[in-house]
């Protein structure tokens, strides 16, 4: 063991800790904030199509 290593201080373990915090909060954000971008999108594309309906013409006889 190395007998010169310094104990952290409060400081720089509250600082590690708001690091992980952040970190976290950045990585949830990154992985679900697509899904619900695409959820969005999605749904009004399908509410938006109009049925595929054709018109034949009428013979005359």
């Known amino acids: ?3 010169d290593s ?3 201080s409060p ?3 509250y ?3 708001l690091a992980d915090i952040v970190g976290t909060i950045i990585a949830l954000v990154t992985l679900t904030l697509p899904v ?3 959820a969005h999108y ?3 594309v399908s509410n ?3 049925p595929m309906t054709y018109q034949l013409p009428q013979r005359e006889d």
């Open 1 to 3: 063991m190395n007998s």
């Open 6 to 8: 310094q104990a952290a």
């Open 11 to 13: 400081s720089d373990t």
């Open 15 to 17: 600082s590690h800790r």
């Open 36 to 38: 619900f971008v695409i």
């Open 42 to 44: 999605s749904t009004d």
């Open 48 to 50: 938006n199509q109009q």
